[in-house]
Structure formats: C-alpha cells, structure tokens
C-alpha cells in the first residue's frame, strides 16, 4: 500500500552511469524484499535488482558487476546505482515494494 516514486532517469551516453531512486510515502524499515525491474520496448518486464530489510541483494546475470541496489530505511529510500551503461539498459525502470506497491517508472535511455 506504500506509495513509490521513482526519480534519476534521464538519456546518459553509452559507459556512463546514473543512480536512480525510489522515494517512498511511509516507512520501508518493515518492508522485507524490494526491487527494481524494467521493461524494455517489446520486451518482458524483467526483476533487475533486489534487496531484502538486512541488506541481502541479488541481480539478473546481465547487471551483475555493474549495477548496485541499496536501500535507506531512514529516509525511505531505495536506490540504484547503475555504472558502465549498455544501450540494452534503456528501458523503464520501476520500483517495487511486493506485493501490490509499484511506482510510475522512471526511464532510462542508453544512447550514443
């Protein structure tokens, strides 16, 4: 029921980096699991980056080494830190808080 929204897209060149963030309405400290997925034009929604309350993460093979997730519980946060960018990053990235909250999506365009 949390209420998220996503900030920190924006067109960045290939090998560059941005840190996307998802500001939420209340209190994340007690949320277990939060994510980042994206979707790209034509293609499936896919889980890009997630995070548990005690600071576990996990990523799809294709971001690991490059993209990093974090999260603020003290100021509702969670962030993605994305480095050395590929044009196959653009997509719409959106946060999630399962089940049943996710933000408007934030997009990010990988391009020379």
């Known amino acids: 029921q949390v209420q998220l929204v996503e900030s920190g897209g924006g067109l960045v060149q290939p090998g560059g980096s941005l840190r996307l963030s998802c500001a939420a309405s209340?209190?994340?400290?007690?949320?277990?699991?939060m994510g980042w997925y994206r979707q790209a034009p034509g293609k499936q929604r896919e889980l890009v980056a997630r995070?548990?309350?005690?600071?576990?993460?996990s990523y799809v093979d294709s971001v690991k080494g490059r993209f990093t997730i974090s999260r603020d519980n003290a100021k509702n946060t969670v962030y993605l830190q994305m480095n050395s960018l590929k044009p196959e990053d653009t997509a719409v990235y959106t946060c999630?808080?399962?089940?049943?909250?996710w933000g408007q999506g934030t997009q990010v365009t990988v391009s020379s």
């Open positions: 999630s808080a399962p089940p049943g909250s």
């Open positions: 209340g209190s994340i400290a007690s949320i277990y699991l």
């Open positions: 995070i548990t309350s005690g600071g576990s993460t």
